[in-house]
């Protein structure tokens, strides 16, 4: 089945700790995205890739890092300088970054204390 | 991007049509209505977009405003699967357009028994 994943569901830090999210996706979409959602609040962009080794700051890309190396991949790191990292992280992808249509992972909620 | 005002939340029986207003006042011509919803706790999902027609698919209708300031998701025959945020997002979409999407707060539809 084609979609998207995210690992793991729920993960655990230590504050001061970088930690990063991974995210696949077998759809052979082109661009993929990085949201968070704070609690009873919207998505907000963090970042967005449209092709492989190219990728770009969205609305709040303060604390956090991406890397494109592969097509399907588009892992998100939360470093120490995040000052409010308690989230729960949404991972997409559409075919183009035109598309009307983005696939949503599963999300990850992440707790750091 | 327009922005787009919605009702922070619905009620709606099971089975009736839910019907979930946006207020889209500043909408250019060129920026089409899209709709996405998302049930707790998961990744939002498509339901539908459109420019200035009336649209239809197998979850939803879209109705817009010939003068295109507001529009209307009509789900048919909702059911308690439905109950959901619904987000209504207006974004210029073409070749050159790369479809960075703002989600706002949505509408929380309540669908009861």
């Known amino acids: 089945d084609g979609g998207i994943t995210q690992s793991p569901k729920y993960l655990f830090r230590k504050e001061g700790q970088n930690v990063t999210l991974s995210c696949e996706q077998n759809l052979n979409h082109d661009a993929m995205y990085w949201y968070r959602q704070d609690p009873g609040q919207g998505l907000r962009l963090i970042y967005y890739?449209?092709?492989?080794?190219?990728?770009q700051k969205g609305d709040i890309a303060e604390g956090y890092s991406v890397s494109r190396e592969k097509k399907e991949s588009f892992p998100l790191t939360v470093t120490s300088a995040q000052k409010n990292p308690t989230a729960f992280y949404l991972c997409a992808s559409s075919i183009g970054g035109t598309s009307y249509e983005q696939y949503f992972g599963p999300g990850t909620r992440l707790t750091v204390t | 991007d327009a922005k787009t005002t919605q009702p922070t939340s619905m009620d709606c029986a099971e089975g009736r049509a839910a019907n979930l207003p946006c207020n889209h006042s500043t909408i250019s011509g060129n920026e089409y209505v899209y709709w996405y919803r998302q049930i707790h706790s998961q990744g939002p999902q498509y339901i539908i977009h459109?420019?200035?027609n009336n649209e239809t698919n197998e979850m939803a209708s879209l109705i817009i405003t010939e003068d295109r300031k507001s529009s209307t998701l009509i789900l048919p025959h909702a059911t308690l699967r439905d109950t959901a945020v619904y987000y209504c997002i207006v974004r210029v979409a073409g070749l050159y357009n790369f479809n960075k999407f703002y989600f706002g707060s949505g509408t929380k539809l309540n669908v009861k028994p």
């Open positions: 890739s449209q092709i492989v080794n190219d990728f």
């Open positions: 459109g420019l200035k």
